[in-house]
């Protein structure tokens, strides 16, 4: 564990590393034109001695907060507390704070008023779920912004998982089990990430001649109270679906209980497929087949974009795409 950083000073930093003072700031502000070498040196100073920057004092030169609004989805989804996680330490070594700020239906009237007068630096968004409006609301604030998903405002830098490839994923999957009748419980189909999601799952369907009931198809919000109901809903049927594909891991979750309540076996009876691969997936519990999403990759890259665009705001704005994996543990079988 690195020592407290009391009395600590960028100086300090400089004369452990070799290098200049006006270089540590460099480093610490997130500017571009430090060679590889020399910043892994001062980092290792910054972890050895425990430096953190004065925050304060730095912002009265700089006319910048040090600060980032980060808009967090549902956070009772450990999707968002696990990029938060992220986020937060990523931010931190750079010298920056993060304000956090939730994103819920209910309160992105909200957020563009308090992300102004807070005074940010720049939002990294980390949901697709608010409306329009309200994602515009925010662009327009004038400072940089990073959309984790499709975003739709063309000034906003993107990073985001193959939506469409991880549908895609999905359904391969469960038709290579020998599943025909597959319920799906989805979000908001109008969000782009739950359409591609949707679209590339009913591709491979297609693609391997399955005809998709949509009766089958519950959408909801994407919590655990709601897909709880929705899987209910859907092994109560007369011809219950022999799957689910869930459009994320909480919705797994949910409908994993649904079918406990109901003395449906997973996966004897009805095989169960999410989407993320949080850290709870893993859990003896639960074992969820699931497809993977790079959650911390995608917050570290979504850091990275803040970073270079307050260095050079004027840049063209990056569209990164993450890969999406399989990954088989005990929830679904073969038929």
Not at 122 to 145: F, H, K, N, Q, Y
Not at 292 to 318: C, F, K, N, W, Y
Not at 327 to 335: H, I, N
């Amino acid at each position: 564990m690195p020592p407290k950083s009391r009395g600590v000073t960028s100086i300090d930093v400089a004369k452990a590393a070799g290098v200049s003072q006006t270089t540590v700031s460099r480093i610490v502000n997130g500017h571009a034109g430090v060679s590889d070498r020399i910043r892994a040196k001062v980092e290792a100073a910054i972890e050895q001695l425990g430096y953190r920057p004065n925050l304060s004092a730095r912002s009265l030169v700089t006319s910048r907060t040090q600060t980032i609004g980060v808009v967090l989805g549902d956070p009772r989804n450990s999707y968002y507390a696990e990029l938060l996680h992220t986020i937060s330490d990523e931010l931190s070594l750079a010298g920056y704070r993060a304000l956090i700020l939730s994103g819920r239906a209910d309160t992105t009237e909200d957020l563009a008023r308090t992300l102004w007068e807070t005074n940010v630096d720049a939002v990294i968004l980390t949901t697709t779920l608010l409306p329009a409006d309200d994602e515009g609301r925010i662009v327009s604030l004038g400072v940089p912004s990073v959309t984790m998903g499709p975003g739709t405002a063309p000034e906003t830098a993107t990073i985001s998982p193959d939506n469409l490839e991880g549908g895609r994923i999905a359904g391969r999957h469960l038709v290579s089990l020998g599943h025909r009748r597959i319920g799906v419980i989805a979000g908001p189909l109008g969000a782009a990430s739950v359409a591609d999601r949707h679209d590339g799952f009913l591709q491979e369907l297609d693609a391997a001649g399955v005809t998709f009931d949509d009766d089958l198809l519950e959408v909801a919000d994407l919590d655990y109270t709601r897909a709880f109901q929705a899987a209910t809903r859907l092994l109560q049927l007369a011809t219950p679906p022999t799957a689910l594909f869930c459009h994320n891991d909480l919705v797994a979750f949910g409908a994993l209980n649904a079918a406990k309540a109901l003395g449906v076996s997973v996966p004897e009876d009805v095989s169960i497929l999410g989407f993320d691969d949080v850290a709870m997936s893993s859990w003896e519990a639960f074992d969820l087949t699931t497809v993977r999403q790079p959650i911390t990759e995608m917050a570290r890259g979504a850091v990275e974009l803040t970073l270079s665009l307050l260095d050079d705001p004027t840049q063209e704005r990056a569209h990164l795409v993450l890969p999406c994996t399989l990954v088989e543990r005990s929830t679904t079988r073969r038929l």
